[in-house]
């Protein structure tokens, strides 16, 4: 499964010092940057993120969201992606643990089934100390992906 995470993240890729005090501003900086074929399909994923931030935080601790849509918005499995995204500064998303997010890896996905894998594979990194430590010091691309497969 830390392969396919790996392959998603690529695709996905990290966006550094995205700035914005709240989700809505973050997810339209980035679905505005994710190099889309299409304005319309930013438009669809950006919506679909705010609404299911609407209903709840998809902050889960510890400096970390997982934005995603409440049903599939990615038509194609190629089009799927996880894009990490470093926030310029930490905001508050009512996260259980009341820290501040700093990073968010937000899902696209096809199908139930590879979202729910995905969540999975995410929140046992989210587990290792040594994984969150990398999160801390917004570690490139490569090394987030290099750890995903030592850990895996």
């Not at 700035?19 to 950006?46: C, H, N, R, W």
């Not at 931030?53 to 194609?76: C, D, F, Q, S």
């Not at 995905?118 to 801390?136: D, G, I, P, Q, W």
């Amino acid at each position: 499964m830390e392969k396919n995470l790996s392959i998603l993240i690529r695709k996905g890729g990290v966006f550094y010092g995205v700035e914005g005090s709240t989700p809505d501003k973050i997810f339209k900086s980035v679905t505005e940057q994710m190099g889309l074929t299409m304005k319309s399909d930013a438009d669809v994923i950006y919506n679909a993120l705010c609404a299911r931030e609407a209903i709840m935080t998809t902050a889960v601790g510890n400096g970390i969201a997982l934005p995603h849509a409440r049903t599939p918005v990615i038509k194609n499995e190629e089009d799927q992606r996880v894009c990490v995204v470093y926030l310029k500064e930490p905001i508050d998303m009512k996260a259980p643990d009341n820290i501040k997010v700093f990073v968010m890896f937000i899902i696209l996905t096809q199908n139930p089934q590879t979202h729910l894998q995905t969540l999975s594979s995410l929140v046992s990194l989210f587990k290792n100390a040594e994984f969150r430590k990398l999160l801390e010091s917004h570690a490139s691309e490569e090394d987030l992906l290099s750890a995903i497969e030592r850990m895996d």
